[in-house]
């Protein structure tokens, strides 16, 4: 439960004080409980790739909104959306009826209207789908089957002004026919959520209509779902992850397993890729996904359930996901030595064969979207951070402590409705280790290289020198994002090699993380120079570089988790 300052509690008209006051003082009365916020989800039949469309409607009580401030947000555009989100029918209403909009009929500002705006507020909108919108990262409304997902972020209007709601979710899946469900990160149907911020549903899976399901009978913990056809059995690999989730849910203290929803959706552009939300997860599949492949990323996204704090920054939520990955299911005994040995080695070749991994993390969320080098500084560089931070803290303390024990303290602090800043971090890490555990934190984020120990990742694995080639797209891609134009081609590179020119319009680039890690695949990067179409495809690798990987000692199996 969060702490009431005696502000909040003036604010609610209570007696700061009052446990000290005369005998005879009454006894202050009960708060009342937050006003209920309602989101009714009307969905009509889906069918791809024919299309279909959702009717969202937003009931809000006591709004009082100032002409020309916001009303709601509801954005239209996410990363590597090719265009906007459409929505039609689009009303709201207040007290004194029709609510006249300036803004947030297109685009992504928020709504506002030319007069004030107050008492019982009522939004209503349609969103059109049609699978044309992008697939990667997955934050688009998609059809698969007879049913569409989504994060809330693309569905619901969240209110302005920074109240606190009650939040009632309401399905209606009539038109989807008999059968049909809605389910969110927080549950299957109907359901209300205590007080907090509206905020939230943005950051949630949605999805309604025909699912498979794994297990068949949706639980209260983990639960799969999919409405197209993977071109794999999910079954075998959603129970490997419901297992996970169980020991995750017990590693990290829960009293009971949390509600968790993994929905598979079809993504042709980027299969394999996911977005993790709020007790819920969106992954990709698409011709010749591996399941096995997939397993890395549900570690990675289930651990943000427990660990994600995003005011401490990418560093933190990702970094700490990446270390836990693959670590979590090899101490659960979901995966061999050997898958666990090759997913540090997967990160820390990633890392040391990237050229920008000096990059300062103070300067990665401007160039985030920009340069998939720079995207992943926080997942490689914090995953070996969290490992350096380890093996001091096991050395330190003789072995009987870790930097689960850190970590646990930071989630405690966090649930408790305590401050977690950088700040604190570092009186954790201070404590710790003394000033070395802050001088360390603070080598990382000024982007000096981090590199563990040789037995950093424990007795069973020691360090050595690799050689690999730098990833090297061959021209600057942070400068080309913006207009979609070459710029800065690096001479001599494979790029410039295979015929690609500074001014060259950019009509195709699929430059993913993945291929950071693919030290075979080759790239096509398609043109247009002046009215002609081109196409170049080479292998993004550049100069011979050092690079640090870890291998199997001597020591038994049975001494390695």
């Known amino acids: 439960m969060r702490r009431l300052t005696a502000a909040v ?38 069918m791809a790739p024919a299309g279909g469309y959702v009717d969202v409607t937003v009931t809000v009580p006591g709004m009082d909104v100032a002409a020309g401030q916001p009303l709601f947000v509801l954005p239209t555009m996410a990363p590597n959306m090719p265009s906007p989100q459409p929505r039609t029918g689009m009303t709201v209403t207040d007290a004194e009826g029709a609510v006249p909009l300036l803004t947030g009929q297109a685009g992504d500002k928020p709504w506002t209207s030319s007069r004030r705006v107050h008492g019982e507020v009522v939004a209503r909108y349609r969103l059109p789908i049609d699978n044309a919108r992008g697939s990667g990262p997955p934050v688009n409304l998609r059809i698969d089957g007879a049913s569409f997902s989504t994060p809330g972020r693309m569905l619901v209007a969240i209110p302005q002004g920074g109240a606190a709601y009650r939040v009632a979710i309401r399905w209606d899946v009539s038109d989807m026919g008999p059968g049909a469900v809605g389910v969110t990160g927080y549950g299957d149907g109907d359901l209300e959520l205590p007080a907090g911020p509206p905020g939230r549903l943005s950051s949630t899976m949605f999805a309604a209509g025909h699912f498979t399901r794994e297990p068949a009978a949706a639980q209260g913990g983990f639960s799969a779902l999919w409405g197209g056809e993977p071109p794999f059995d999910p079954r075998p690999l959603m129970q490997w992850t419901g297992r996970l989730h169980g020991w995750m849910s017990r590693f ?35 011709e010749g996904t591996d399941p096995e492949a997939l397993k890395s990323i549900l570690g990675h996204e289930m651990t943000h359930t427990w660990t994600a704090i995003e005011l401490l920054g990418k560093w933190w939520s990702e970094g700490n996901a990446v270390y836990y990955q693959e670590l979590l299911p090899w101490r659960a005994g979901q995966i061999t030595t050997e898958q666990y040995l090759a997913g540090v080695n997967r990160t820390a070749m990633r890392y040391y064969a990237n050229t920008r991994k000096h990059t300062p993390e103070a300067e990665v969320l401007d160039q985030f979207w920009d340069d998939t080098r720079v995207r992943l500084m926080p997942y490689d560089r914090g995953a070996l951070y969290f490992a350096v931070l380890n093996g001091k803290i096991r050395r330190a303390s003789g072995g009987r402590r870790s930097v689960d024990d850190l970590v646990r303290t930071m989630m405690t602090r966090f649930r408790s409705g305590e401050a977690v800043t950088e700040a604190v971090w570092l009186d954790v890490l201070r404590a710790e280790l003394g000033e070395a555990g802050p001088a360390t934190h603070r080598a990382m984020m000024s982007g000096r290289l981090v590199l563990p120990e040789s037995d950093d990742y424990g007795p069973c694995f020691r360090r050595v020198v690799r050689k690999a080639r730098v990833f090297e797209p061959g021209y600057d891609l942070r400068a080309a994002a913006p207009d979609k134009v070459v710029r800065g081609l690096v001479a001599g590179s494979e790029a410039d090699k295979a015929g690609l020119r500074d001014g060259d319009r950019i009509v195709a680039a699929p430059f993913g993380d993945a291929m950071q890690h693919d030290h075979a695949r080759i790239v096509t990067v398609k043109v247009t120079r002046g009215d002609q179409p081109l196409s170049f495809t080479y292998l993004p690798r550049g100069e011979l570089v050092d690079v640090y990987q870890w291998e199997r000692t001597a020591v038994p199996e049975a001494s390695c988790r």
């Open 252 to 286: 990290f203290g829960d009293e009971a397993e949390p509600p968790y929803r993994v929905i598979l959706r079809s993504n042709p552009q980027n299969p394999g890729g996911g977005v993790a939300m709020t007790q819920s997860f969106a992954v990709g599949y698409g």
């Open 9 to 46: 509690l003036v604010a609610a008209g209570l007696a700061v004080g009052a446990a000290h006051a005369a005998p005879e003082a009454h006894a202050a009365p009960e708060a009342q409980p937050a006003p209920l916020m309602t989101v009714l989800i009307k969905p009509g039949a889906m």
